[in-house]
């Protein structure tokens, strides 16, 4: 039989039972609970009023947007809308407040450092603070574009930003319905290389020369709204004074027939005989590639034998 002692968590002298100590909450109206809270963030809904824009902020715009109606608030360098979530803070809007139009970093760590804020407040995301050190750094590189004049209206963009540890690269598709079976990483040699299918086109970002990374990243897409994130993992803690350099191809957006092919090095698992012309072949991806590919597509493959190409 297990034996779960009272008030076993927080644990004693912990800084979650410390800081709960120093304030009170709130009692909340009906409908503003947690779960409803993630059911708005997973609504689709526009919470930051930017339309899925993620945006520079300058501390002179940070404190125009400080008012129980429109609340921007700074926490290690990325800026939030809060004001969606006033209702919902348990300590109530008040305490919220007391960071509103600020950096609120060394206010949150007093309170509350454990909370997974970047989870909890993901949707309300406004965008990085813009660097004094790096003000000549806007996260875009020169456009090379190669377009088709038909889908001028639709063309995507991107942008960047960072921080201490995170690198996150933000693709506006303006295409509804996107998933994650649609976006292709690849981190080579150097390069990364990111390829968005939107129907029948294909938009490409290609950079070389980049800081170093982890190979570690994540795929996030808003598929309501057609943003795409990909959340790369530092190496070293320091700034990035750019993504990187802009190589073939970069930031050119064309049909995907026009593309080309792009062939990655796997590892053959294994190879099974279904029929007399049917062989199931397991491949293993390289670490740093995202890859899914969706059900009825066609994947090429090639082997290197004696030289030669089959």
Not at 26 to 43: N, Y
Not at 48 to 63: D, H, M, N, P, Y
Not at 152 to 167: A, E, H, N, R
Request: hydrophobic share 35%; aromatic share 10%; proline share 4%.
């Amino acid at each position: 039989m297990l034996n779960v002692p009272a008030q076993a968590f927080p644990a004693s002298g912990s800084q979650q039972r410390a800081a709960a100590g120093g304030r009170s909450k709130v009692p909340l109206k009906p409908g503003r609970s947690l779960m409803d809270w993630i059911r708005l963030t997973k609504s689709g809904k526009d919470l930051t009023g930017l339309k899925g824009r993620l945006i520079e902020v300058t501390e002179q715009e940070l404190a125009k947007h400080s008012k129980k109606d429109d609340c921007w608030i700074c926490i290690r360098g990325l800026v939030y809308n809060v004001t969606p979530y006033m209702e919902y803070h348990p300590g109530g809007d008040d305490e919220l407040m007391r960071a509103a139009g600020t950096d609120g970093t060394d206010l949150f760590d007093q309170v509350h450092r454990w909370v997974n804020y970047e989870s909890m407040l993901k949707e309300c995301l406004v965008g990085r603070m813009a660097l004094k050190p790096l003000a000549a750094t806007t996260g875009m590189l020169p456009k090379n574009k190669v377009l088709d004049t038909s889908s001028k209206d639709l063309t995507p963009s991107y942008d960047w930003f960072q921080t201490d540890y995170l690198v996150t690269v933000v693709i506006y598709t303006k295409q509804k319905g996107m998933n994650s079976e649609m976006v292709i990483v690849d981190y080579q040699d150097g390069r990364l290389r990111i390829d968005s299918i939107l129907r029948d086109y294909s938009y490409l970002l290609h950079i070389g020369k980049c800081f170093s990374f982890i190979f570690f990243f994540k795929v996030h897409v808003a598929e309501k709204v057609g943003k795409v994130e990909i959340v790369l993992k530092k190496k070293d803690n320091i700034p990035w004074s750019k993504l990187g350099q802009p190589l073939s191809s970069h930031n050119s957006f064309i049909k995907c027939t026009e593309r080309g092919l792009y062939y990655r090095k796997c590892k053959l698992i294994s190879k099974t005989e279904v029929t007399h012309d049917t062989k199931l072949f397991c491949l293993m991806l390289p670490q740093s590639t995202h890859l899914q590919v969706p059900v009825g597509h066609h994947i090429y493959l090639k082997q290197i034998i004696a030289g030669k190409n089959s």
